[in-house]
């Protein structure tokens, strides 16, 4: 069987380091090992549009800052397939048919849904089409015939409802859809990485993201200012690693070779941990250090970000064609989720000869 990724993000924002530590660093290094036949990354302006209806303008603008994101990562166009969601309009048909295979009670089961819902302070005006994007999700997975969907932790439940629907699908109908697995990252701190204040999830509207885009003395400032230990007052006192974001950032970003570099009096993390924790070690110093970190994970992003921001309608192009191949690949599994539904008609000459034979016969 081929190995086919599908994943994506929501155009509401420019893209942080949760999204890169998260899933994008992750897709580039798939993308490379040359191990998948087909990979789509897919910015999904129509899911966005679900919670953010009122809001157009919003949704249209950061697509560009999305797949900006996207090419200063090192996604490739020639080896990945970027492409718009609301492009393909085949998704919403499968969309419409899956509908049918789920209730309004594993919707509401689903925890995604019931905490964004929360989230949102939604409760009984929840927007149908909000309230049903697990079910648009489903479509976008399956209309690619993903076997990989490499994502946070948070999209478990969708990846979860899909399976269900594939199932379902291929038990009423016929073998059609394929199962996708989720991929999530390998490491604790990259699953969740935390605001620079401390607060469990980055997030645009505080204020406490570290975007892919920022300037070098933005990191630095943000940096410089993250949350701690609140209990760390002198530098002689015993620190706190957990909830420290420093170290919860180091946890994700921080590689042996970056000691040797930055830090020799260090071996690694493990060290540096206990350093703190027995006291004696300063916040100045592992915020420089981490920054340096940062930097130099950033930097070429930044400089290839520039780069790709000089010819904007090229990006566009890049969206375009790429929305092109993806809707051939999803027609063809739109047209083969119509024979397994009996819903094509006229491409069905057994049916039409059937029909005038019956016809025929009752005719006499
Ligand atoms: N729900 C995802 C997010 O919030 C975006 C998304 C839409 C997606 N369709 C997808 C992710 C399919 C993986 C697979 O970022």
């Known amino acids: 069987m081929e190995k086919i990724i599908l994943t994506g993000d929501r155009p509401t924002g420019r893209l942080h ?7 994008l660093r992750r897709r580039v290094e ?7 036949d087909k990979i789509f990354i897919m910015i999904a302006d129509a899911q966005a549009l679900t919670d953010n209806f009122e809001n157009p303008e919003k949704v249209r603008q950061n697509i560009i800052e999305v797949a900006l994101d996207y090419l200063s990562c090192g996604l490739d166009p020639a080896k990945s397939n970027l492409f718009i969601q609301s492009q393909i309009s085949e998704l919403t048909e499968l969309t419409f048919f899956y509908s049918d295979l789920v209730t309004v009670s594993r919707l509401q089961r689903n925890p995604t849904v019931k905490s964004e819902i929360k989230m949102r302070n939604f409760e009984a ?5 909000f309230f049903t994007y697990p079910i648009s999700q489903a479509a976008d997975i399956t209309a690619f015939k993903a076997t990989t969907v490499p ?3 948070d999209q478990l439940p969708m990846i979860e409802q ?4 594939v199932r379902k699908f291929n038990s009423i109908y016929d073998e059609v859809l394929v199962e996708p697995e989720a991929l ?16 469990q999830k980055m997030s645009k509207s505080l204020g406490n ?12 400032k943000k940096v410089m200012g993250m949350y701690t230990d609140p209990l760390h007052i002198r530098k002689e006192d015993p620190g706190h690693i957990e909830g420290n974001c420093v170290f919860t950032y180091l946890d994700a970003f921080c590689r042996l070779e970056h000691f040797e570099e930055y830090l020799p009096e260090y071996h690694n993390l493990d060290e540096l941990k206990e350093h703190y924790q027995r006291g004696g070690l300063g916040d100045v110093k592992i915020k420089k250090f981490l920054n340096n970190i940062m930097q130099e994970e950033l930097a070429p992003i930044r400089v290839r970000r520039a780069e790709f921001e000089k010819d904007i309608p090229a990006v566009y192009e890049i969206l375009k064609k790429g929305s092109e191949a993806a809707r051939e690949v999803a027609a063809q599994t739109l047209s083969e989720v119509k024979r397994a539904m009996k819903i094509n008609y006229f491409e069905d000459e057994e049916l039409i000869r059937a029909q005038s034979a019956k016809y025929a016969s009752e005719g006499k």
């Open 17 to 23: 380091i949760g999204h890169y530590v998260g899933s």
């Open 30 to 36: 798939l993308q490379n090992s040359g191990e998948y």
């Open 125 to 129: 005006s929840i927007p149908v089409g």
């Open 151 to 153: 994502a946070g932790e």
């Open 162 to 165: 899909t399976r269900e629907i």
């Open 184 to 199: 999530l990252p390998d490491n604790e701190a990259c699953m969740r990485l935390p605001g620079t204040d401390g607060k």
């Open 209 to 220: 993201c570290i975007y892919l885009a920022d300037t070098e003395e933005e990191v630095k």
